[in-house]
């Protein structure tokens, strides 16, 4: 019997691998009551009359409150980021004290603090109420993942930069508003571009905090969906969130991928 080489016994392995998968495919395809899976997840009325009020005021209301909390994250974590970096110890610590304890919180959690918490130990109400604090909890638990990000960025940009910055007779403070920070905003993009898809899909944690009708993001309108109108009792309009999330997340995670194969060519 002849003895297989190297190259034909990972040729074999593929084809009996690929072969495996095609089966569990078939065998899936064919348990499966596609019946039942149309009447619950496609529902024809509901696909027809659903898109509407999912587009102008789950996604609105999605892109909206996403913009908010990466900007109010950003602000905070360009802050905490200089702390990290800062040569004052004290300022060290408090920033990395910060960063990591948010970063070991569950986002709900924070946001649900930040709602019901708060307001009972301090008698302070957020800004925006329920749906404001809920905003506030995402921006800090944002802002603490983002910071590490822009510390990065910010160690990687050249010292020779900073060294030619200041043989100009730059401040270090002007040194890192106009040399290091706009360099370390273009070396982080594409991990700052994935922190917003991520925000687009944690705003669906609001759903939580509650908010009028008005202020419903995608999945809270999906949710009151299944229990009123077209898709009533049925998953439709969860499957046209799911939709539509796919169609504002793919072409960003795809951007990410494009700015990040970018940078390796110019690097």
């Known amino acids: 019997m002849p003895t297989l080489t190297r190259r034909q016994k990972a040729t074999a392995t593929q084809a009996s691998l690929y072969l495996v998968l095609i089966v569990a495919v078939a065998l899936a395809a064919f348990l499966i009551d596609w019946t039942a899976v149309k009447a619950q997840f496609f529902n024809t009325e509901g696909l027809k009359h659903n898109w509407g009020e ?154 939580i905090i509650g908010a009028t009708t008005d202020q419903r993001e995608l999945v809270t309108v999906a949710r009151d969906m299944q229990s009123s109108g077209f898709s009533a009792g049925t998953a439709t309009s969860l499957t046209m969130a799911a939709i539509l999330y796919l169609v504002i997340t793919l072409p960003l995670t795809r951007l990410v991928a494009y700015l990040e194969k970018k940078q390796q060519r110019a690097r």
Request: a positive charge.
């Open 54 to 207: 999912l587009i102008t005021t789950g996604v609105k209301n999605t892109a909206i409150y996403t913009i908010i909390a990466f900007a109010g994250g950003l602000v905070l974590a360009m802050t905490l980021a200089l702390m990290k970096l800062s040569p004052i110890g004290l300022y060290r610590w408090l920033a990395t004290a910060y960063i990591e304890f948010f970063r070991g919180l569950p986002a709900l959690i924070v946001m649900l603090a930040m709602a019901f918490g708060v307001p009972i130990a301090f008698h302070w109400q957020p800004p925006g109420g329920s749906l404001g604090a809920g905003l506030i909890g995402l921006m800090m638990v944002a802002g603490a993942y983002m910071a590490e990000t822009l510390r990065a960025g910010i160690q990687a940009v050249p010292k020779g930069q900073v060294e030619a910055a200041r043989s100009l007779g730059m401040s270090g403070s002007r040194t890192m508003a106009s040399v290091v920070v706009p360099q370390a905003i273009r070396i982080v993009i594409p991990p700052l571009t994935n922190e917003f898809v991520l925000l687009i899909k944690d705003t669906s944690l609001l759903f």
